[in-house]
């Protein structure tokens, strides 16, 4: 044991590479306690716990540093056999949690620069990391799914509140602005929040499809006044910052012009056609199909 503390903090893997392999697993274990102390530390003061001891580092490096002995050591797993795994083991668990953590203390901050979509990405990331704990080093995953479930309302919220501001469906009119610059707080994004990152971060939550529904409602109600009413205007009004499709009287620029049939038809087929151009140009505003697709299928 005392050997093994000799090389606690002995950070060289030319070093780790002249010991036997008995001292390398002895080393590991330590260098495991190590990590998990750093891990812990880390995940207590993340989640406003008391902190038994203190852990030195960041423990994405220190999990880095470990690997890469423990990957030194397998050349003697044939010796050193169960201990090895057991290590390994435990070094994967501790590289989920110090991943989970990172993850969870960056969203935050994604958040509130606007980048809503790598926020979202780092929150389901981390959601799967901990899934994949299993049991293993239960009371740091379970303050860390505490965590997760905060983050992962925090950025629900924002995420409903973009929406909010990006799309507006009413009976008459549907309008989409494609750029939100101000957070629900308040405060300005570092960049706007597009159609296809607010998309991207519903769909890596599973919650695109909401949205989705309720834009096809407001847009098939749209078309559906359009043929019972072949008559009424239709406009699309288009700026750089966003566009609208109204009809009725809020569409109304002139007086609408009185047509027999066949006329009818030609209007009611060029009216359907700027709600198509409507959906396919601005209601997904730079966006392709199937980055569209691949979003809404969460």
Known sequence: MRRGRRFRHTHS???????????????????????????????????????????TGDPLDAVATANGKYEQAQQNRLTLGEPLDLVGSALRSLVRLAKAQANLRDALAQQRSGDLAAASSLISEAQTLLGELQGSEAAAAEALRGVLVERRAE????????????????????????GVERAADGMPYESPVAPGDLFFALGELGLAAPLADSL???LAALVLHILRHPHAPVALDCSPLGATLSIGRFAATKPVETADAGQTLVHVREKCALAVEFVQTHVFHAMDGDELSGMLAY
């Open 216 to 218: 096809a409602d407001g």
């Open 155 to 178: 950025l629900r919220c924002e995420l409903e509140y973009v929406g909010e501001r990006m799309y507006s469906v009413g009976e008459h009119a549907v309008a989409v602005q494609f």
């Open 13 to 55: 893997t030319e070093d780790f590479a002249q010991l036997t392999g008995a001292e390398q697993l002895a080393h590991l274990e330590h260098v495991v306690d190590d990590v998990r102390a750093a891990t812990y530390a880390a995940i207590w003061a993340h989640t406003g716990q008391s902190v038994d001891g203190e852990g």
